[in-house]
C-alpha cells in the first residue's frame, strides 16, 4: 500500500498570497496517477488536479500541480477567499487507492 | 450531467449491519466504468474504502475491513450499494460514492452519516 504523506498540516495565509502544498508518497507513482481535491465542512471532496498536473474541468488555472515519481506539489498561485478549505492527495495507480491525510489552508 | 444520489442517514447498534444506496443519473453502466466508496469519520481524512465495475460487478478493495464490505449493483435502475457488517463504534463516518474519470473521482454523491452507538 502506498502511503501519502501531505505537509504542512496547515497553512495559514491571507487572500492574495501564494500556496504551496506538499504530498509525498512512499512509493513511486506510476504514470504520475495522483490526483488533488479540495473539501470544504460539510461538503463532499472536488477533483482539481488528475495525472499529476492536468486541470480537472472548470477549475481555475490559480490552481496547478506538478510533480513526479513520489513528490508532488500543489500550487494555488494567488488565494482566493474561497480557496480555504481542506486538500487532499490521492493516488489511482494501483489497488488499494489512498488519500494523504489533508493540508487545512486557512486564513491567516 | 452525472449525478449521484445517496439515501438517508442510518443509526446502527455496535455489531449490526447498514447498506447505503447510491442511485446514478446520466451514467452509463459498462465493464469500463467503476463506482467508489470512501468514507469519513468526523473530524478526520478521507479513506478510500473499495470499488465497484458497474458492468461485471467486480469489486476491488481495502485489506482492512476484513471481509464485512460487500459492494453490489442493479444495472436496471443504475443504483450501486455498500453494505458494511459487525459495525463498530469507529465505523461512524460520512460514506460517499464516486464515479471514476480518467484520473481520479469526478462525481460525487452528498454523503451519508452512519452512525454506530450503543
Known amino acids: 500500500e502506498i502511503v501519502l504523506t501531505q505537509s504542512p498540516g496547515t497553512l495559514s495565509l491571507s487572500p492574495g498570497e501564494r500556496a504551496t502544498l506538499s504530498c509525498w508518497a512512499s512509493q513511486r507513482i506510476s504514470s504520475n496517477y495522483l490526483a488533488w481535491y479540495q473539501q470544504k465542512p460539510g461538503q463532499a471532496p472536488r477533483l482539481l488536479i488528475s495525472?499529476?498536473?492536468n486541470r480537472a474541468t472548470g477549475i481555475p488555472d490559480r490552481f496547478s500541480g506538478s510533480g513526479s515519481g513520489t513528490d508532488f506539489t500543489l500550487t494555488i498561485s494567488r488565494l482566493e477567499p474561497e480557496d480555504f478549505a481542506v486538500y487532499y492527495c490521492q493516488h489511482y495507480g494501483n489497488f488499494p487507492w489512498t488519500f494523504g491525510q489533508g493540508t487545512k489552508v486557512e486564513i491567516k | 450531467q452525472v449525478q449521484l444520489v445517496q439515501s438517508g442517514p442510518e443509526v446502527r447498534k455496535p455489531g449490526a449491519s447498514v447498506k447505503v444506496s447510491c442511485q446514478t443519473s446520466?451514467?452509463?453502466?459498462?465493464?469500463?466504468?467503476?463506482i467508489h466508496w470512501v468514507r469519513q469519520a468526523p473530524g478526520q481524512g478521507l479513506e478510500w474504502m473499495g470499488m465497484i465495475n458497474t458492468g461485471g460487478g467486480r469489486i476491488s478493495s481495502t485489506d482492512r475491513f476484513q471481509g464485512r464490505v460487500t459492494m453490489t449493483r442493479d444495472p436496471s435502475t443504475t443504483t450501486v450499494y455498500l453494505e458494511l457488517s459487525r459495525l463498530r463504534s469507529d465505523d461512524t463516518a460520512v460514506y460517499y460514492c464516486?464515479?471514476?474519470?480518467?484520473?481520479?473521482?469526478?462525481?460525487w454523491g452528498q454523503g451519508t452519516l452512519v452512525t454506530v452507538s450503543s
Open positions: 446520466g451514467y452509463r453502466f459498462t465493464t469500463s466504468s467503476h
Open positions: 495525472g499529476a498536473s
Open positions: 464516486a464515479t471514476e474519470s480518467y484520473g481520479g473521482n469526478d462525481n
